[in-house]
């Protein structure tokens, strides 16, 4: 039988999304801005290193990563944060989905405090934190991440009995969908926090290196800087979109050597480690920065136009970073079925990526807008979304 703990997750947003829309025809040629899926070309060397290793296809790959990857994994992080791992401190995932799941599973003990644990989470959040949660039994606790609070969430406004029970806590920076970025300020409260109440912080910085000026700071690189305890932090990137290699499947999770002996003895049992071919094309592409920097200015074009469509739009805020436009609407779910009858263009309402709380819930009043597509077809969607939806 499936476990009763699972009857109460919600369907998953694109089914929902199908569900509400695919009834309608579309009122326009159907441009799809619903899904994150990086558009812009990947490098055109990633092929030829894929056929030059695709013999080894022949082979299991090590569970841990080959030693070149993980050590191209840690000279990444030393240029980007400033940060010294032992490569036995870093191990691929095949997709990051998958250490963002099975960090419950290595890193969530049964009780808390003689409770049930905790597992924190923003809201809107990304469905696998939620799913993880409940795969151990811990109680997911939805904190909002409102426009009043920086679209980040406010884990310090929590009771002292939630966090003395929480043992892990998730936080995506920069945000999926709203594109806010955790500052350096917000760090050093978040690791003080779990320091205090003995913690851990999963923190998922894949869209880390898609920005409109400045780089975020990540959240090892402060508690590096802070002198916190090594475990206390645990880090997820993907190369889907700093690299536009979604179907790679490529990412890694990284963090203090007690933790990645567990997530490393998880993976000996249940894992699925990258094939060899795929970690040495993921290799050479984390020693690369050269077609990041170019993805990046493709993005911060769009930023720019979404600026220029959208800036007389009351309650518009422009992303800080990543590759989405969380736009204020009044009820996302009719604003996404009118916007696809009218127009065409296909969106998220944002109620599908957050969970109802005695607070409300935050993404009701919003449409997730992905900015993936060539540029032509997104200025063409923004367009159109902003004529139907706010009549300008």
Same mark, same amino acid.
């Not at 939805?142 to 609070?149: G, S």
């Not at 923004?382 to 004529?387: E, N, Q, V």
């Given at each position: 039988m499936f476990p009763e703990r699972f009857s109460n997750l919600p369907p998953y947003a694109f089914p929902r999304l199908r569900a509400l829309l695919d009834a309608h025809a579309p009122g326009g040629k159907v441009t799809h801005m619903s899904i994150g899926e990086p558009k812009h070309a990947f490098p055109a060397w990633v092929g030829d290193i894929l056929a030059a290793h695709v013999h080894e296809f022949a082979k299991y790959p090590p569970n841990d990563g080959t030693p070149e990857l993980r050590a191209a994994i840690a000279g990444w992080i030393a240029r980007r944060y400033g940060v010294s791992l032992d490569p036995t401190q870093v191990m691929p995932l095949n997709g990051t989905r998958e250490g963002l799941y099975n960090a419950g599973m290595a890193l969530c003990p049964e009780t808390r405090n003689g409770k049930q644990p905790v597992v924190l989470m923003p809201n809107p959040f990304y469905?696998?934190?939620?799913v993880s949660a409940v795969s151990v039994a811990a109680e997911p606790v939805?904190?909002?991440?409102?426009?009043?609070?920086g679209h980040l969430p406010d884990y310090q406004s929590l009771p002292a009995e939630i966090l003395d029970r929480t043992a892990l806590c998730y936080i995506c920076s920069p945000a999926n969908p709203q594109g806010a970025v955790a500052d350096e300020s917000y760090w050093r409260r978040?690791?003080?926090l779990a320091e205090k109440h003995d913690f851990q912080i999963l923190a998922d910085e894949c869209y880390s290196d898609l920005y409109r000026d400045t780089a975020p700071p990540?959240?090892?690189q402060v508690a590096t800087a802070m002198g916190a305890n090594p475990e206390r932090v645990v880090i997820f990137h993907s190369l889907s979109k700093r690299s536009n290699l979604p179907g790679l499947r490529s990412g890694f999770v990284a963090g203090g050597p007690e933790t990645m002996a567990r997530v490393r003895q998880l993976r000996a049992y249940a894992g699925a480690p990258l094939p060899l071919p795929i970690q040495r094309v993921s290799e050479k592409i984390w020693a690369d920065e050269a077609h990041v920097t170019e993805n990046r200015a493709l993005y911060q074009r769009k930023f720019d136009m979404a600026d220029r469509i959208f800036g007389n739009v009351p309650g518009y805020e422009p992303p800080q970073a990543g590759f989405f436009l969380w736009l204020p609407v009044g009820d996302g779910e009719a604003a996404t079925l009118k916007l696809w009858q009218d127009t065409g263009v296909r969106v998220l309402p944002g109620a599908y !990526?957050?969970?109802?709380?005695?607070?409300?819930?935050? %993404?009701?009043?919003? #449409? $997730?807008?992905? !900015?993936?597509?060539?540029?032509?077809?997104t200025e063409r %969607?923004?367009?159109? #979304? $902003?004529?139907c939806l706010y009549g300008q």
């Open positions: 469905q696998v934190y939620a939805f904190v909002n991440a409102t426009r009043d609070t978040l690791i003080a990540g959240a090892l !990526l957050s969970r109802d709380t005695d607070h409300g819930n935050p %993404g009701e009043g919003y #449409i $997730r807008v992905a !900015l993936v597509a060539p540029e032509l077809e %969607g923004l367009t159109a #979304i $902003r004529d």
